[in-house]
């Protein structure tokens, strides 16, 4: 009290109340000797808030919610009230209920946050369990599970589900926060199904123990494929063919073979059977050079460029060896499962 | 040699098309014929028709063709006769320009003794030039060793050539096609010179497979 007396002005103290009121949040409760403990606290008059707030607690069916803020408000009275021990002692039973409550440092009084921090030294609880939501492969990564405890301690963490077996996990002493990983395996090392699962963390130090428990879920999904690819990603094929210019090459050929035909007929024929037949050669040779010049009219043949030939025909090796690459790829990922992590609303802790 | 031999022929090179080619094709040709054997008193013109088939697979080529002409000479006095030849091509493509050529012939006369029947070998030359997809022309010269003749006798010189342009589809399917055929046997009986001179042309199509 020896800050009330230093300070002790009403409006003050009004002040404190009303933040520590404000922090705790308290309206709506339902138990009455809980809220006339409140009414109390927040009319200064703390001579009557302890008896309302003990009687509440003498009460075997109280709701959590409302022993949490009666042992609060008895922790905070006694702090005002200078009852150190006794403050303490609300404290360390608040702690138990709700490890992780904490007084605002900036709403409350320093001599209020200094005894909660002296009461949270004197237990052993497991603080700030937290488990991230997350997806990964199922086998490439461990979830990780972070906690912390109010004292040295060791801890023992297992996992488990519905029907599922159980996984075991522990640290040593250890001070502070701390994460221990699970594999999401079973004992066979086989990755667990979908479901609800349960980290329990049982926390100790010689005779003291506490336990703790964190609930989420596990999804399951198949891991996406990789497309096939149906042209190289990085390089266009080029032109095979390629249009040359028109050229009188057809025609050229057609007279060069219809010559040497007519030459030959005209120089070979038997000149001792009189007059030669020419209707014959006359109208093939017709035939064969209107045909090489109707071709040498028509727009010509597109031609292979080899480079662009030889080129294609590597990009398409290539784009093979990058399909072959991706159906391997595939093949394991088909064999491989997504796990997504969410976790649920907190448990509590015994 | 009756025009009744032909289907038989032609049912028989068909049986040939098991062979594993890689083209077969059928043709059907309108045929002219000139034809001049011992003097120029007796030139002879004719048509008729004929068919052949032709098997191309790697390298290799069998070209068999069969035709049916009736001449009608134009000496006076002389009646009308049947002439019908056989012809019988294998050719191996040396380079992608020339093929060597090796085969026979036979050309039968009816009535018989109305003009020479031949019978003769061929080794030659085939020359075939694609103008594009779509045409090509195509030359062929043979030497005709040792040929041997219904009334008996024998050649210093027979030899024949070709000349010979086709157009049809890209894919080979259907091909027209124009021939003319040069073939001259200087043949001796009785070391009396009684030469044989023919000239044919060709034209028809071809389906191919």
Redesign the interface.
Known sequence: MWWIVVLSPKPVLAYICFVVSSALGLTGQQDADVARAQEAYEALDFRSVIPAARRALAKPNLPVADRIVAYELLGFTYGVLDSNVQAVDAFRSLIFLDPDREPDAIRVTPRITSLYASALGQVLVVRGVRIDSSTFIGGSMALPVRFALSRPGSVVMRVQGEGHRARVDSIGVVDGETILHWDLMDLDSLLVPPGTYEVVLDARFGADRYSTRKSFVVRHQPVDTIPHLSSHPDRDTLPELTQPDRDW??LG??TL??A???G??LA???T??????R???G???F??IV??F??SL?K??PIPVPGNVLYNQLLREDLARLNADRAAENEVKRRQTLVTIVPLPRGGGS | MKCGAFPVLGVGLLSVTSVEAQTVRFRADAIAVTYQEISGTRDAVGAGGGGGIELRFGKFQIDARAHSVMIDPDSTGLATYDLAQIDVRGAYRLTEFLSLEVGGGRRYVSPEFAAQGVGYTRVGVYSENALNRLASVWVRGAFLPSPRFSGGGDAELAFEFALGAGIGTANGRFRFHAEYEFQRIDRRANDIGVPIQQSLSRAGIAIGF
């Open positions: 090459k057809p050929l057609a073979y219809t040497f035909a007519s030959a007929s070979l024929e038997n001792t059977l009189g007059s030669p037949a209707r014959e050669i109208g093939v040779a035939v064969a045909t090489g109707v071709m028509k010509p043949d």
